[in-house]
């Protein structure tokens, strides 16, 4: 063999050996992201919810999700076109949302939100999903003051940010813009009717005295109202003495909704337990809705 192929053979060798060591070992593979909520769904894949579209100022920029007959909406799509700084922590048991450094706060055992010095009723609570925090649409359009309309068949969600900001409030908040007097004798009348009821019902007992206020058929104040005598006590919790009871934290909440414009119970201005008997309210009245253990009426062909 020429001594030169005797020289080549060994720095082949080298060569194969140096090869195979670089070699790189393939990584293992990562585990898939976890799918955004509203992402675009693959050919062939269901989507993970109905999806609505929603048009910000006339421009098509987020997607609703329809979960349960609510609709959803993530914050983040509506705040990034308002340049409304936001985050959010928590979970499905509790969270806090920061918009342009005010917070909102949520938690699982409750039907309703707190922030900015407000109570915000919402039954339908909340959800996560994909790193984003999605809110029943009413509530977060309530949040930051915008107009939301969905057209008649359900196909798409129309949202105006023509008056758009974070929602006022303070600590405050009540005191300024509600009677002293009607938050008292409000929070006292729905704890002496309902502190064993569900929020909803509580709520519906306010809606009644309010809507007697509202109503040319009895007096125009909520202490008139409650103390209405003409023809008969109106509320039990008058002829026993329940009213001056000292109401807990949730009734005075529920109280605060009801001034804030909340209703459970439509143009209800009667209710009764029928489990005292309910026969002229039946005969009489046209039922609205039970709660709990009240049911509510509005006036026949009203």
Same mark, same amino acid.
């Given at each position: 063999?020429?001594?030169?192929?005797?020289?080549?053979?060994?720095?082949?060798?080298?060569?194969?050996?140096?090869? %195979?060591? +670089?070699?790189?070992?393939?990584?293992?593979?990562?585990?898939?992201?976890?799918?955004?909520?509203?992402?675009?769904?693959?050919? %062939?894949?269901?989507?993970?919810?109905?999806?609505?579209?929603?048009?910000?100022?006339?421009?098509?920029?987020?997607?609703?999700?329809?979960?349960?007959?609510?609709?959803?909406?993530?914050?983040?799509?509506?705040? +990034?076109?308002?340049?409304?700084? !936001?985050?959010?922590?928590?979970?499905?048991?509790?969270?806090?949302?920061?918009?342009?450094?005010?917070?909102?706060?949520?938690?699982?055992?409750?039907?309703?939100?707190?922030?900015?010095?407000?109570?915000?009723?919402?039954?339908?609570?909340?959800?996560?999903?994909?790193?984003?925090?999605?809110?029943?649409?009413?509530?977060?359009?309530?949040?930051?003051?915008?107009?939301?309309?969905?057209?008649?068949?359900?196909?798409?969600?129309?949202?105006?940010?023509? !008056?758009?900001?974070?929602?006022?409030? @303070?600590?405050?908040?009540?005191?300024?813009?509600?009677?002293?007097?009607?938050?008292?004798?409000?929070?006292?009348?729905?704890?002496?009717?309902?502190?064993?009821?569900?929020?909803? @019902?509580?709520?519906?007992?306010?809606?009644?005295?309010?809507?007697?206020?509202?109503?040319?058929?009895?007096?125009?104040?909520?202490?008139?109202?409650?103390?209405?005598?003409?023809?008969?006590?109106?509320?039990?919790?008058?002829?026993?003495?329940?009213?001056?009871?000292?109401?807990?934290?949730?009734?005075?909440?529920?109280?605060?909704?009801?001034?804030?414009?909340?209703?459970?119970?439509?143009?209800?201005?009667?209710?009764?337990?029928?489990?005292?008997?309910?026969?002229?309210?039946?005969?009489?009245?046209?039922?609205?809705?039970?709660?709990?253990?009240?049911?509510?009426?509005?006036?026949?062909?009203?």
């Amino acid at each position: 063999m020429p001594p030169r192929t005797k020289l080549l053979i060994p720095l082949l060798l080298l060569c194969l050996l140096l090869c %195979g060591c +670089a070699r790189t070992v393939p990584a293992a593979a990562a585990p898939p992201a976890e799918p955004q909520l509203l992402s675009l769904p693959q050919p %062939g894949q269901k989507p993970p919810c109905e999806q609505v579209p929603v048009y910000i100022d006339g421009l098509l920029m987020d997607r609703a999700c329809r979960k349960d007959g609510e609709l959803y909406l993530s914050p983040a799509a509506i705040c +990034a076109w308002l340049d409304i700084s !936001n985050s959010w922590q928590g979970d499905e048991n509790a969270f806090t949302l920061t918009l342009q450094g005010v917070e909102f706060s949520g938690d699982s055992s409750k039907e309703y939100l707190s922030g900015n010095g407000r109570y915000f009723y919402a039954p339908e609570g909340w959800f996560t999903a994909g790193g984003q925090l999605y809110l029943p649409c009413d509530l977060l359009c309530r949040f930051l003051c915008l107009d939301a309309s969905l057209s008649e068949d359900g196909s798409r969600l129309d949202v105006s940010t023509l !008056n758009a900001r974070v929602i006022p409030g @303070g600590e405050d908040y009540y005191d300024l813009n509600f009677p002293s007097e009607d938050l008292f004798w409000l929070s006292q009348i729905i704890y002496a009717e309902s502190w064993q009821q569900p929020l909803a @019902g509580q709520i519906g007992v306010g809606n009644v005295v309010l809507n007697r206020v509202d109503s040319p058929d009895f007096p125009s104040t909520v202490f008139d109202v409650i103390f209405d005598m003409e023809h008969t006590i109106q509320f039990e919790p008058i002829s026993n003495g329940s009213v001056y009871a000292t109401p807990d934290e949730q009734s005075r909440i529920a109280a605060c909704l009801c001034l804030d414009g909340y209703n459970t119970v439509g143009d209800s201005l009667y209710f009764v337990n029928p489990a005292h008997g309910s026969g002229w309210f039946d005969s009489a009245l046209d039922l609205t809705i039970t709660i709990g253990g009240h049911n509510f009426y509005s006036v026949r062909g009203a």
